[in-house]
């Protein structure tokens, strides 16, 4: 539902606004600045790359970025440096089996009962964090995690959500 609050505060109001939000930009039919690769799109059209190119004005671009070439710069940096993060974990030895002996000593829980099924709040934590731990520092996507803990892929999205907020909550992180 949170996923629909842009459009109102009521389920069925934002179900509502939603479709015509949908049908509006479907009214609006095909737009030359929503169409082409990044740079294309973000130029105005091919008229725009040839007269950047005419100008001596020269932007980076990327087809699954849309933006002038100062915001496409940014977000490949930021992009840059996240896998930079993942590859210098990775190299240090970190992967999904160091994360959970981890969190499981950080927390004093026995790994062996990460696989029960229960809601008790110290297991409950420690699977949202190797969860979020997984995904977002090391790049493990869902359906490992999934089978890893025998749960379902829903299940693992709800354990990273909890285990973000763990995080934050206790300035977690696999390198300081």
Known sequence: MKYFSHFGLKKREAVRQYRKFIEDGFNMG?????????LRRSAGGWEGVFELRRAKEYWRGDERILGDGDFVNEVLELSEEELTHKEELKRRGWDLNRIVNEVCRMLSVDPDDLH???RANGLSFANGLICYLGYYQLGINGKELARYFGI???SISQAIKRGE???KENDVKLLN
């Open 116 to 118: 029960k099924k229960g």
């Open 165 to 167: 907020k763990f995080a």
């Open 30 to 38: 095909r737009r030359e600045d929503l169409i082409g690769g990044g």
């Open 152 to 154: 379902s892929r829903p």
